[in-house]
């Protein structure tokens, strides 16, 4: 079956450490985001990628990074200089030339003490 | 930027009545998404919109370009869905940011 996952569903982390969340996609989409949602507010972009090496800032980059070398694969590394990183992480994917209509991973909800 | 508001933020209802949750945007948009995000977290989408009317089962969405604005409506609501609604813009913003614009989400509860 076609589809986003994201792995692990629940991750905890130490305050300091950096940690690197998992999306993969065997959609053959060409755009891959990453969106932070945390209670009552709505989702928000952190990065996306449009094409295979290449990524842009979202509204809410400062902290983390990402990469992409594979078509399939967008990892979100949250770094220490995030400052509030406990959220629930969500990955979606498009197909260019769709108007918007984004397929979204089930989500990896992170905990940092 | 465009600016989505949703209501009601929060709607419980009992069984079998009719639903409608409402979403408002600034900016012209190319198309609007209703969401559906259950308990867990994953999110599927409902309805891609971007005139008129869309049906599927018990789902009804509408949306007016003049007035910036769409409804989602749920008949003979069911405990199953019991979820939060999710609004979505898409700009073609022609540079900047890609992606969509989210709603807060409306948290409807269905009570049996």
């Known amino acids: 079956d076609g589809g986003i996952t994201q792995s692990p569903k629940y991750l905890f982390r130490k305050e300091g450490q950096n940690v690197t969340l998992s999306c993969e996609q065997n959609?053959?989409?060409?755009?891959m985001y990453w969106y932070r949602q945390d209670p009552g507010q709505g989702l928000r972009l952190i990065y996306y990628s449009q094409i295979v090496n290449d990524f842009q800032k979202g509204d809410i980059a400062e902290g983390y990074s990402v990469s992409r070398e594979k078509k399939e694969s967008f990892p979100l590394t949250v770094t220490s200089a995030q400052k509030n990183p406990t959220a629930f992480y969500l990955c979606?994917?498009?197909?260019?030339?769709?108007?918007?209509?984004?397929?979204f991973g089930p989500g990896t909800r992170l905990t940092v003490t | 930027k465009n600016e989505v508001e949703q209501s009601p933020q929060n709607l419980t209802a009992q069984e079998g009545e009719f639903i409608t949750i409402n979403c408002s945007y600034s900016v012209g948009i190319s198309a609007l998404h209703w969401l559906q995000q259950h308990p867990g977290g994953g999110i599927v989408s409902l309805f891609m919109?971007?005139?008129g009317k869309k049906k599927h089962g018990r789902l009804i969405a509408t949306i007016n370009i003049q007035e910036k604005h769409s409804s989602l409506h749920i008949t003979a609501s069911h405990p199953r869905d019991s979820a939060v609604y999710i609004c979505?813009?898409?700009?073609?913003?022609?540079?900047?940011?890609?992606?969509?614009?989210f709603g807060k989400g409306t948290h409807l509860i269905i009570q049996p």
């Open positions: 959609l053959n989409h060409d755009a």
């Open positions: 979606a994917s498009r197909s260019y030339g769709s108007v918007g209509e984004q397929y």
């Open positions: 919109l971007s005139s």
């Open positions: 979505a813009v898409f700009t073609h913003s022609g540079g900047g940011a890609d992606g969509l614009t």
